[in-house]
């Protein structure tokens, strides 16, 4: 199977600048003997719906058959194609940005962007599983309500959205600790935006000192507040730094490598494959195939 990606910088019906709010639901009919799948990734959160037929969604690790009513999330800046697995196969994609689930609060939470940072690759829901009715309703709700200039209707939509991607989180996100992250003092959620200025550079100690704490606290703190350890957060954002300088730079991997943070190819190697599912040469490989 050929593999022709696309970096889907700007999303499907969107022109100019992406809107903060864009939102877009896109209902596909296709043939297994349709043109080969193109492998793509983008920044918007993806959600799809196989109505008739299977659908297989390919990433570069395995493979997922989604059956009728099986439902799928997958994350930003996956790599992913889909295609039919039976003759024919009709399903539903729903793609938005994150700032759609922006919750403002008096109490201070992690931002969006933490939570989705958080997620598996994707999360799926078979009809057999619990709460499988609840959010197919809500999918559908989605697809209903979709609309571009009715502000009830995109008032539905962003509502019925958010019940879904609070499903996912606490599936995907709190499934280690059956609990939400907590209420976060206003230093801590400054020290994440601190880490994402200084994401090449920042160490436990720089981060522990911004905060004017002692290194083995904030870390036990870190961690008891984001569900993740400082390092394994630094690691997630460099990653993803790094998809932008492969995709659209001629700077070597090593080069990139040393710019994002990683101490060496090799170990830059080994983070990118265990988040990415595939080696930052295959991924640039996948990019540049869109120019062929």
């Not at 990606?5 to 100019?16: A, I, L, Q, S």
């Not at 997958?74 to 938005?96: R, Y």
């Not at 595939?278 to 996948?286: D, G, I, L, S, Y």
Request: glycine share 2%; with cysteine; charged share 20%.
């Amino acid at each position: 199977m050929d593999k022709k990606p696309v970096n889907e910088k700007k999303p499907f019906n969107t022109e100019g600048k992406i809107s903060s709010v864009y939102i877009d639901c896109i209902h596909r009919k296709i043939l297994k003997e349709s043109p080969p799948p193109i492998y793509h990734y983008h920044s918007e959160i993806e959600l799809l719906y196989c109505v008739e037929g299977e659908l297989a969604v390919n990433l570069f690790s395995n493979q997922i058959i989604l059956g009728r009513g099986d439902f799928m999330y997958i994350a930003p800046n996956t790599p992913h194609s889909t295609s039919a697995n039976t003759d024919f196969n009709e399903h539903i994609c729903v793609k938005f940005v994150s700032s759609v689930l922006h919750v403002p609060s008096s109490h201070k939470i992690p931002p969006v962007d933490y939570f989705v940072s958080q997620t598996e690759n994707y999360t799926i829901l078979h009809s057999s599983k619990e709460n499988y009715d609840y959010i197919r309703n809500l999918f559908f709700a989605c697809v209903k309500n979709f609309s571009h200039d009715n502000y009830y209707k995109r008032l539905a939509l962003r509502a019925s959205i958010m019940q879904i991607m609070t499903y996912v989180f606490s599936e995907s996100v709190c499934s280690a600790t059956e609990e939400s992250p907590k209420a976060v003092s206003d230093v801590f959620l400054s020290v994440l935006d601190y880490i994402d200025r200084n994401y090449a550079t920042v160490t436990l100690e720089d981060a522990a000192n911004y905060c004017s704490l002692s290194y083995s606290y904030f870390s036990r703190i870190f961690k008891s507040l984001f569900n993740i350890s400082f390092s394994n957060y630094v690691i997630k954002k460099r990653v993803e730094k790094s998809l932008a300088l492969i995709s659209n730079s001629n700077h070597s991997l090593n080069d990139i490598a040393l710019e994002c943070g990683f101490a060496n190819l090799s170990h830059f190697i080994k983070c990118f494959s265990e988040e990415k599912g595939m080696t930052p040469k295959k991924f640039r490989a996948m990019v540049q195939a869109k120019n062929m």
